[in-house]
T-cell receptor, first 114, second 108 residues
């Protein structure tokens, strides 16, 4: 198993550009989520999904969209990048929702918005 | 407002020392997770707790639901334990809240 994969590893955008961060898992996990990690702050939940076709907002959803058309993939879209979105983004998955299952994290994407 | 508070923020220990990292939370939870973030940035899950105590090798995690407190202990610390340790709780169904992490450095 590849586990949770994320692409790209690094990305530089200009303000106003859009892009999609890719996340995929091959463990048949139902729960997938996106977090951002900023210096001095804990990981913060952006969006999550409890299964294909179902998504919901987390703590900091503004400026981001997600979709879950398959169990394996959970892309995160930045609609119009802003410098405040400069961060490290992690995708994670677990077998089921509810917090009783081990979370598996991707390697992260370091995004800089100029 | 931080739902999860960790202490200490930074910790330096000599190899072989017993280490304790604390986590306090203010919300009702269904489970608590301890995570390890390596210097390269990767995050791995160490423990998931909803009550009591768990042990894996030299790592021990405990939780006191009534006091809303959890501790992560490392016995016989080693330089390879140097990492950031993160406490996370799940509350209200599917929302995870994370502490800011404890940065541990173990000196040979």
């Amino acid at each position: 198993n590849a586990g949770v994969t994320q692409t790209p590893k690094f990305q530089v955008l200009k303000t106003g550009q859009s892009m999609t961060l890719q996340c995929a898992q091959d463990m048949n996990h139902e729960y997938m989520s996106w977090y951002r990690q900023d210096p001095g702050m804990g990981l913060r939940l952006i969006h999550y999904s409890v299964g294909a076709g179902i998504t919901d907002q987390g703590e900091v959803p503004n400026g981001y969209n997600v979709s879950r058309s398959t169990t394996e993939d959970f892309p995160l879209r930045l609609l119009s990048a802003a410098p405040s979105q400069t961060s490290v983004y992690f995708c994670a998955s677990s077998l089921l929702a509810g917090g009783y299952n081990e979370q598996f994290f991707g390697p992260g994407t370091r995004l800089t918005v100029l | 407002k931080n739902e999860v508070e960790q202490s200490p923020q930074n910790l330096t220990a000599q190899e072989g020392e017993f280490i304790t990292i604390n986590c306090s939370y203010s919300v009702g939870i269904s489970a608590l997770h301890w995570l390890q973030q390596h210097p390269g940035g990767g995050i791995v899950s160490l423990f998931m707790l909803s009550s009591g105590k768990k042990k894996h090798g030299r790592l021990i995690a405990t939780i006191n639901i009534q006091e809303k407190h959890s501790s992560l202990h490392i016995t016989a610390s080693h330089p390879r334990d140097s990492a950031v340790y993160i406490c996370a709780v799940i509350s209200g169904g599917n929302q995870f809240y994370f502490g800011t992490g404890t940065s541990l450095t173990v000196i040979p």
